[in-house]
């Protein structure tokens, strides 16, 4: 027997009724390039194990980096459950024991003098526009591997390489514009093919917006790409479907759900349908099973406008009557798991971009996220976008510079009367959620889509 295995022993004969112990380590590889100077290399090793103990319907949870304090971290998680206030015990819905060994496929291991070449590249590219003043180009890979346990006879052993770049292009010419993007996923170098392109794309745009203007504030027809619309589904769709969050229990980080208690309700027009799927290959929330050793599935979470499901643990399926959804994850061994999203994205529908754009009067094509403002319940958004174009009478005219775009959840998502066949995955590297924070990874994405909000300047 296992040193995992008699811990979880011990765990049920010192009266826990559930334990389950994750065994984690990662290896994190770094460069980062600035003006063609690779300017930081950095490698990181973390190893450890985070066991998770339900006694007398608490949790208890203890992290460790040394693999001979296993019994020892059983036992004080069990008094940290003890010491827990009770005030509804905790319930766990069904899950299947399984066991089973992945590897990631497509995993070559990841090789940082490649990843410094490619990185070197993108700044050459960036550097042939004169009026790019400084190229900032950051890339990682991560290697890690998982076994996770539990006391129902649970073992799953999953292996993943993450490679990811964060490409930013400033450009100075009486003003400064930046213009920025995130490449990469789950699979090995070749996530990182087209990383080139877009370092073309980002520096000749930085250059365009130093002769364009900010827009005039008016509630106008927008549509959105499918980098703008990956953070509009993130903040206003995705955490909102966390059911930690939809029952007031994770609160930090404006953690409320604006549709609370609308599960069967209709709150957005026929058009929108989200799902939550870590079965997506490439992505960054790509996953077999989550942190709790559920197996993951695409999750219908908005069908034809109606609120139909949640993202869910097994503690919160239980308390909904529903299966858990494999949506429990923690950044590393040194958490206990959050209800987290793995690739929430808005589906695609039956609208070519070029059909969506030529049916506007007047309106905007609104580009490529930036930075987002929401309210404890995301029902009030802004987010401001790289830029914009104005459209007018089907056409997509001058480009915009300092853009932001403002709404409601239920007005917007209800405004919503078109969604593109180009549905797009992007990575987002830098998720925060819980308190303490758990900073993670995943993917995030739609199609382009119309609909209605206001437009402004940020000035």
Same mark, same amino acid.
């Given at each position: 027997?296992g040193?995992?295995r008699k811990a979880?022993?011990?765990?049920l004969?010192?009266?826990?009724?559930?334990?389950d112990?994750?065994t984690e380590?990662s290896?994190?590889?770094?460069?980062?390039?600035e003006?063609? &100077?690779?300017?930081?290399s950095?490698?990181?090793?973390?190893?450890g194990?985070g066991?998770? $103990? &339900?006694?007398?319907g608490?949790?208890?949870?203890f992290?460790?980096s040394e693999?001979?304090?296993?019994?020892?971290?059983?036992?004080?998680a069990i008094?940290?459950?003890?010491? %827990?206030f009770?005030k509804?015990?905790?319930k766990?819905?069904e899950?299947?024991?399984?066991?089973?060994?992945i590897g990631h496929?497509?995993?070559?291991?990841?090789?940082?003098?490649?990843?410094?070449?490619? *990185?070197?590249?993108?700044?050459?590219?960036?550097?042939?526009?004169?009026?790019?003043?400084?190229?900032?180009?950051?890339?990682?890979t991560n290697?890690?591997?998982?076994? +996770?346990?539990?006391?129902e006879?649970? /073992?799953?052993?999953?292996?993943?390489? =993450?490679?990811?770049?964060?490409?930013?292009a400033?450009?100075?010419?009486?003003?400064?514009q930046?213009?920025? !993007?995130?490449e990469?996923?789950?699979? @090995?170098?070749?996530?990182?093919?087209?990383?080139p392109?877009?370092a073309? #794309?980002?520096?000749?745009?930085?250059? /365009?917006?130093l002769? *364009?203007?900010p827009?005039k504030?008016?509630i106008?027809t927008?549509?959105?790409?499918?980098?703008f619309? %990956?953070l509009?589904t993130?903040?206003?769709?995705?955490h909102?479907?966390e059911a930690d969050?939809v &029952?007031?229990?994770e609160?930090?980080?404006?953690?409320?759900?604006?549709?609370?208690?609308k599960?069967g309700?209709?709150?957005? %027009?026929?058009s929108?349908n989200?799902?939550?799927?870590?079965?997506?290959?490439?992505?960054? @929330?790509? +996953?077999?099973f989550d942190? /709790?050793g559920v197996?993951?599935?695409?999750?219908?979470? $908005?069908?034809?406008?109606?609120?139909?499901?949640?993202?869910?643990?097994? #503690?919160? *399926?239980?308390?909904?009557?529903v299966?858990p959804?494999g949506? !429990?994850r923690?950044?590393?061994y040194?958490?206990m798991p &959050?209800?987290?999203m793995s690739c929430?994205?808005i589906e695609?529908?039956?609208?070519e971009?070029q059909?969506?754009?030529s049916?506007?009067?007047?309106?905007?094509?609104?580009?490529?996220?930036?930075?987002?403002?929401? =309210?404890?319940?995301?029902?009030?958004?802004?987010i401001?976008?790289?830029?914009?174009n104005?459209? #007018?009478n @089907?056409?997509i005219k001058e480009?915009?510079r300092?853009?932001?775009?403002?709404?409601?959840?239920?007005?917007f998502f209800?405004s919503? =009367?078109?969604?593109?066949?180009d549905?797009t995955?992007?990575?987002?590297?830098n998720?925060?959620?819980g308190?303490? !924070?758990q900073?993670?990874?995943?993917?995030?994405?739609?199609?382009?889509?119309?609909?209605v909000?206001?437009?402004r %300047?940020?000035?």
């Open positions: 027997m040193d995992s979880i022993k011990i765990a004969e010192s009266g826990a009724t559930y334990c112990i994750r380590w290896q994190k590889r770094g460069i980062l390039v003006n063609g &100077l690779i300017e930081q950095n490698s990181r090793f973390i190893s194990i066991i998770r $103990v &339900l006694y007398d608490a949790w208890g949870f992290s460790t693999n001979d304090k296993i019994t020892d971290g059983v036992l004080a008094k940290a459950a003890k010491n %827990s009770k509804n015990k905790v766990l819905a899950s299947p024991a399984n066991i089973k060994t496929t497509n995993s070559e291991k990841p090789d940082i003098e490649e990843l410094s070449k490619i *990185a070197l590249e993108c700044d050459s590219i960036m550097k042939e526009n004169r009026n790019i003043t400084r190229r900032h180009i950051f890339a990682q290697q890690s591997e998982k076994k +996770f346990e539990n006391s006879g649970a /073992e799953i052993i999953q292996s993943f390489i =993450d490679c990811t770049m964060d490409l930013t400033t450009a100075r010419y009486g003003i400064t930046s213009v920025n !993007m995130t990469g996923g789950r699979g @090995g170098i070749h996530s990182l093919d087209t990383a392109k877009s073309k #794309e980002i520096s000749e745009k930085a250059c /365009e917006l002769n *364009a203007k827009p504030e008016e106008a927008l549509v959105m790409n499918p980098d619309v %990956s509009l993130h903040e206003i769709v995705g909102p479907s969050r &029952l007031g229990k609160m930090a980080w404006a953690g409320g759900a604006w549709w609370a208690g599960l309700q209709k709150i957005a %027009s026929e929108l989200v799902i939550d799927d870590p079965t997506i290959p490439g992505s960054l @929330g790509e +996953f077999e942190d /709790e197996k993951t599935k695409n999750v219908k979470l $908005v069908q034809d406008g109606v609120l139909i499901n949640h993202m869910h643990s097994r #503690e919160t *399926a239980k308390i909904f009557d299966e959804t949506s !429990m923690a950044s590393s040194q958490f &959050l209800i987290r929430t994205c695609p529908g039956d609208w971009p059909e969506i754009i049916e506007v009067k007047h309106g905007y094509l609104v580009s490529n996220m930036k930075v987002p403002s929401i =309210d404890m319940r995301r029902h009030n958004w802004s401001s976008a790289q830029y914009a104005r459209i #007018e @089907g056409q480009l915009l300092d853009v932001i775009i403002v709404g409601t959840a239920p007005e209800s919503i =009367d078109a969604c593109g066949t549905f995955v992007r990575p987002i590297t998720c925060g959620k308190d303490p !924070m900073q993670m990874k995943m993917g995030n994405g739609g199609p382009t889509i119309r609909g909000a206001t437009i %300047s940020t000035l």
